[in-house]
Every structure is written in structure tokens, then in C-alpha cells.
């Protein structure tokens, strides 16, 4: 998909998204944020900022925070989170900032497998000594339940079942490592941070849900109603009686350096 088409997916439910599904991630940015040691008048950057409540974080931490994003919507609600951020429209693979304009980049679950480039950008944007933090699914946590959800969707969408596979490279041992070196950067050792999305209920889960990309690519194939039952049937099991529906997480996460 085309970097100027990604709005049809993302942005379709960019209210859900920022209000029902976008706050649960908050111990990942928290993490990603300390680790990379974002703080007073650190310039920053975070690629993928969707509706930018990782921006707002950063800016409460006396960051200068700067965005980027191909969601026109979700972008909206971020300017709208945090009016003083610089945020912008763009692709991640040709990022509109010049050469050595950040202390900090960030990325969570923004930057995917493949995709080389945009490590590659986001190592042309760092100043020498500056860090990427880039975070993703871990792909070898057997106590992570978040494949469920993704389950639910890739079993009735073919499409899915392609992209995750390609997409979900990143978290294999080693493979985000290698990404950041290959773009020059020296990576730190991964880390990790396990927590449990929240749901009221199983309708706020498949809210929460049916708000993201890959169910988007779904709906368009099989249709809402089939996606909503898939994710219902699929995480029912999840939901405890005065808990509500909890899924275990785990995050893993690299801080890598540019060399001085
Ligand atoms: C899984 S969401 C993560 C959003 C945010 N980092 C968060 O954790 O809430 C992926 C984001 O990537 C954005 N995206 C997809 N392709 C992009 C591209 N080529 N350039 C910039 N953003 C892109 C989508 O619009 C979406 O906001």
C-alpha cells in the first residue's frame, strides 16, 4: 500500500482509536521514553505517532516533540493533544526533517519487519550521539496473549495472514539489531516490558480492536460483521468476572546510538 493511502485504514476510526485503543500502550511509551532518556529540551521525534499520545508524554517530560504520520486523522487529533509539537504528514521511509536535526527518534510498533528505509531515515535524522528506540511485538514471549487478536483477524482475512508474517520479522532475535547496525547505529542490549490491555468488557475489546489497520484490511475483505464476531469468539475466553477483558503484552525494545 501506498504511504498516501494509509489514511483509509488508520484514519476510518481515528476517534476509537485515540480514545479506546491508544491509551492501553501507555507502560510501552513510558518505557521506550526512560529508555532512550527522553527529557528537558531533548529534540524529539516520534515516527508513526498515529494520535500522538507518546508526543504528549514526551512533551510532559520537557522534550520538544515533533511527529510524524501518513494518517491525516490521526494526525488531528495529535495536533490537537499537544498545538506547540511540530507534526507532520509523511512517510517514515523519506522523513521531512533534514540531516541531524534530533536528539531522540523514537518508534513504537511503527516501524515494522522489512522495512529498512525507515531505519535507515531514521539514523539520517539522529545527531551524532543521538538514539533510536524502536519498539515491537516480541516474537519468542510465550506469555504474550496478543496473538489472539491478531488471530482473530488473520483467520478470515488472506490478506493478513501475508502481511503479519512479513510484518512481525522485527521481533525475532536479532533482527531489530541487525536493522539499526546495518543503518550504522550501535544497538544496546533488548529489553522488554510485559502489561495487560485493558477492556471493559468484551464490546470495549472489539471497539478497541476494530479500530486498527489490520482490521480495517479485514473489514474490506469479509465485511465488519464477520471481523466483530471473529475478535468476540476469539477473545471471549480473555474476559474475567470483575477484571474485564485483559490480555498480557510483552514489548521488547532497542535503544541503538549513532556514533559520535
Ligand atoms: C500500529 S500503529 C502505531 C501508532 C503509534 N505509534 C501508537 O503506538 O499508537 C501504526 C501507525 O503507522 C502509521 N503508518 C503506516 N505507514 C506509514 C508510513 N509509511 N509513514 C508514516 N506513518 C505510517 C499509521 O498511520 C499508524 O498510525
Given at each position: 500500500m501506498n504511504w498516501k493511502e494509509v489514511d483509509q485504514g488508520w484514519g476510518d476510526q481515528a476517534r476509537v482509536w485515540a480514545t479506546v485503543m491508544e491509551p492501553r500502550w501507555w507502560p510501552e511509551f513510558d518505557a521506550v521514553l526512560r529508555a532512550s532518556e527522553v527529557g528537558d529540551a531533548t529534540d524529539y521525534l516520534d515516527i508513526a505517532c498515529g494520535s500522538g499520545l507518546m508526543i504528549n508524554m514526551a512533551a510532559r517530560r520537557g522534550a520538544r516533540p515533533h511527529g510524524v504520520d501518513a494518517s491525516d486523522r490521526l494526525l488531528a487529533i495529535a495536533k490537537r493533544r499537544t498545538p506547540d509539537a511540530d507534526i507532520r504528514h509523511g512517510d517514515m521511509n523519506a522523513l521531512p526533517w533534514d540531516d541531524a536535526t534530533f536528539d531522540v527518534v523514537t518508534s513504537c510498533r511503527g516501524i515494522w519487519g522489512p522495512n529498512q528505509q525507515a531505519v535507515h531515515e531514521a539514523a539520517r535524522v539522529l545527531r551524532p550521539g543521538g538514539r533510536l528506540g524502536l519498539s515491537f511485538f516480541s516474537a519468542t514471549r510465550e506469555s504474550s496473549q496478543i496473538g489472539k487478536a491478531f488471530k482473530a483477524i488473520r483467520r478470515i482475512s488472506d490478506h493478513e495472514v501475508e502481511q503479519s508474517m512479513r510484518l512481525g520479522q522485527i521481533g525475532l532475535e536479532g533482527r531489530a539489531e541487525e536493522m539499526c547496525e546495518v543503518a550504522g547505529l550501535e544497538a544496546g542490549p533488548r529489553q522488554g516490558v510485559e502489561f495487560e490491555l485493558e477492556g471493559a468488557d468484551l464490546d470495549h475489546e472489539v471497539r478497541a480492536w476494530m479500530s486498527a489497520g489490520?482490521?480495517?484490511?479485514?473489514i474490506q475483505e469479509r465485511g465488519a460483521e464477520e471481523v466483530e464476531r471473529s475478535i468476540r469468539e476469539e477473545l471471549a475466553d480473555l474476559?474475567?468476572?470483575?477484571?474485564?477483558?485483559?490480555?498480557?503484552?510483552?514489548?521488547?525494545y532497542v535503544v541503538a546510538t549513532k556514533p559520535s
Amino acid at each position: 500500500m501506498n504511504w498516501k493511502e494509509v489514511d483509509q485504514g488508520w484514519g476510518d476510526q481515528a476517534r476509537v482509536w485515540a480514545t479506546v485503543m491508544e491509551p492501553r500502550w501507555w507502560p510501552e511509551f513510558d518505557a521506550v521514553l526512560r529508555a532512550s532518556e527522553v527529557g528537558d529540551a531533548t529534540d524529539y521525534l516520534d515516527i508513526a505517532c498515529g494520535s500522538g499520545l507518546m508526543i504528549n508524554m514526551a512533551a510532559r517530560r520537557g522534550a520538544r516533540p515533533h511527529g510524524v504520520d501518513a494518517s491525516d486523522r490521526l494526525l488531528a487529533i495529535a495536533k490537537r493533544r499537544t498545538p506547540d509539537a511540530d507534526i507532520r504528514h509523511g512517510d517514515m521511509n523519506a522523513l521531512p526533517w533534514d540531516d541531524a536535526t534530533f536528539d531522540v527518534v523514537t518508534s513504537c510498533r511503527g516501524i515494522w519487519g522489512p522495512n529498512q528505509q525507515a531505519v535507515h531515515e531514521a539514523a539520517r535524522v539522529l545527531r551524532p550521539g543521538g538514539r533510536l528506540g524502536l519498539s515491537f511485538f516480541s516474537a519468542t514471549r510465550e506469555s504474550s496473549q496478543i496473538g489472539k487478536a491478531f488471530k482473530a483477524i488473520r483467520r478470515i482475512s488472506d490478506h493478513e495472514v501475508e502481511q503479519s508474517m512479513r510484518l512481525g520479522q522485527i521481533g525475532l532475535e536479532g533482527r531489530a539489531e541487525e536493522m539499526c547496525e546495518v543503518a550504522g547505529l550501535e544497538a544496546g542490549p533488548r529489553q522488554g516490558v510485559e502489561f495487560e490491555l485493558e477492556g471493559a468488557d468484551l464490546d470495549h475489546e472489539v471497539r478497541a480492536w476494530m479500530s486498527a489497520g489490520p482490521a480495517w484490511m479485514a473489514i474490506q475483505e469479509r465485511g465488519a460483521e464477520e471481523v466483530e464476531r471473529s475478535i468476540r469468539e476469539e477473545l471471549a475466553d480473555l474476559e474475567e468476572t470483575d477484571y474485564g477483558v485483559r490480555t498480557q503484552v510483552v514489548i521488547e525494545y532497542v535503544v541503538a546510538t549513532k556514533p559520535s
